[in-house]
């Protein structure tokens, strides 16, 4: 049975008759072209960035990645377990468990939440990861340029992308000491997590830049210490 189209691809093309395509999403803000296998099952087609924009590029590199999922499946592992999107979604939970039980502060808890729930992921499709083990350990170092180019245009926004009303005031670039507490965040999550739990094996080496007077005098931009 031919695969049905969705809207919300932008283009789709089959490279092996009812087993593998590759695809480009009409709503990701990246170009990137993805490859799709089927695999049966609840969940039905394992997709994994191709990480190029070059169709010809994503051809050859959609067979290397068909050959790891089958070699996957196979081996009776579970890929898609590893994604960025859960273990994100993962800590976000345990954070909120840790407000309920009044050692991590809400405040707090809600920063954390929207860096793992909207940042993280934000830049993670940015740079085309999808997996954990997509990430190159340098891969965070160019965290702090994509929050203060294009990352603080996510903030304030709905599900659908658009500000909210009483959100316009987010609208702009960070602080650096804002950033800073952000990477400790994810150096945090790494750390109590991901290396933890042995799905990473070292935490990224994400240096604080040292804020101005002007930003060290704002309340509001404080240090962040891990709780």
């Not at 499946?73 to 345990?94: E, F, L, V």
């Not at 309920?100 to 707090?108: A, N, T, Y």
């Not at 007077?213 to 309340?219: M, S, T, V």
């Amino acid at each position: 049975m031919a695969r049905k189209v969705s809207k919300s691809y932008a283009a789709m093309v089959e490279l092996i008759p009812d087993r593998l395509w590759i695809l480009k999403y009409a709503n990701k803000r990246s170009q990137y072209w993805y490859c799709s296998v089927y695999t049966g099952g609840s969940r039905k087609y394992n997709e994994r960035s191709l990480k190029t924009e070059d169709e010809s590029v994503a051809r050859d590199k959609a067979y290397e990645k068909y050959a790891d999922i089958v070699s996957e499946i196979k081996s009776g592992t579970t890929p898609t377990r590893k994604t960025i999107q859960n273990y994100c979604q993962r800590w976000i939970r345990i954070q909120e468990e840790r407000v309920g039980g009044g050692k991590l502060s809400p405040s707090l808890g809600r920063a954390k939440r929207n860096t793992f729930s909207l940042l993280v992921p934000g830049y993670a499709e940015f740079r085309g990861w999808k997996y954990l083990k997509d990430i190159p350990l340098e891969g965070w170092n160019g965290y702090r340029e994509w929050r203060m180019s294009e990352g603080w245009k996510l903030v304030g926004t709905d599900e659908n992308g658009k500000v909210r009303k009483n959100a316009r005031h987010l609208q702009q670039a960070p602080k650096n000491a804002t950033v800073n507490r952000e990477e400790s965040m994810i150096k945090e999550w790494y750390r109590n997590l991901l290396v933890e739990e042995g799905v990473v094996q070292k935490v990224p080496v994400l240096k604080p830049v040292k804020a101005t007077k002007e930003e060290f005098d704002n309340r509001k931009n404080r240090s962040y210490t891990a709780e």
